[in-house]
């Protein structure tokens, strides 16, 4: 069984650079969604954030959510995220 990922509102930062604002996507169950953008605009920050390693980065999470099928990850640690079914493949 598949769950939809569905990201809301999703704000992002290192220190006082914010990296991403106010980011909402939804990936369906079952389903591909390609994130397109230049050098920077965030796409890395973005699956750090899913997959809960950010802080490795001093990255912090300053708003919105992050829920796979009715969990919610967000700031979940990265093992957890993991054995929930979200993990990057590199
Ligand atoms: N470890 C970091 N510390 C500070 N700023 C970072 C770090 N990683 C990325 N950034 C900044 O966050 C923004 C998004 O970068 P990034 O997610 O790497 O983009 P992409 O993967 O799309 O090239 C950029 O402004 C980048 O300079
Ligand atoms: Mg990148």
Redesign the pocket.
């Known amino acids: 069984m598949s769950n939809s990922l569905k990201i809301d509102g999703l704000s992002v930062s290192?220190?006082p650079?914010p990296?991403l604002r106010n980011i909402s996507i939804e990936v369906p169950a079952g389903g591909f969604v390609s994130v397109l953008?230049?050098?920077?605009?965030?796409?890395?920050?973005?699956v750090r954030t899913i997959t809960g390693v950010l802080y490795l980065?001093?990255?912090k999470c300053t708003s919105g959510s992050i829920k796979f099928g009715d969990q919610e990850i967000t700031k979940q640690k990265s093992r957890t995220i993991v054995k929930s079914g979200v993990a990057q493949v590199p």
């Open positions: 290192y220190g650079i990296a953008g230049s050098n920077g605009a965030g796409k890395t920050t973005l980065q001093k990255g």
